[in-house]
Nanobody, 122 residues
Framework: QVQPMESWGGLVQPGGSLRLFCVAL????????MGWYRQAPGKQREYIAA???????NYENSVQGRFVIYNDNAKSTVFLQINDLKTEDTAVYFC????????????????WGQGTQVTVSS
């Protein structure tokens, strides 16, 4: 299994915005859905959103409105735009390979990026 790779997260002010991206091998990216997860300190890993190569998306209900997932198939890259960042968004964000069903359910495979730290603080 070849891991996808997330971009650098960093320290962001509350209310600010951040765009993360994840790059995968083209042979993997072209035939699989990609998802974003996060894990806050002391909490379990949480699903955020997923997208298929064709652009079909799915979002966890709790993050709709502030989080946007999109991709660039030519660059084998999936993006996560986060707006109006809050302190509770502080977490390690992970990119994942999986499948997105026609019913809108995302099933992750055991193919994870290393994760990138996002810290929201004044």
């Amino acid at each position: 299994q070849v891991q996808p790779m997330e971009s650098w997260g960093g320290l962001v002010q509350p209310g600010g915005s951040l765009r993360l991206f994840c790059v995968a091998l083209r042979d993997i990216f072209s035939v699989n859905a990609m998802g974003w997860y996060r894990q806050a300190p002391g909490k379990q890993r949480e699903y955020i959103a997923a997208i298929t190569p064709g652009g079909t998306t799915n979002y966890e209900n709790s993050v709709q409105g502030r989080f946007v997932i999109y991709n660039d198939n030519a660059k084998s890259t999936v993006f996560l735009q986060i707006n109006d960042l809050k302190t509770e968004d502080t977490a390690v964000y992970f990119c994942n390979v999986g499948k997105l069903s026609f019913a809108g359910r995302y099933s992750p495979y055991n193919v994870w990026g290393q994760g990138t730290q996002v810290t929201v603080s004044s």
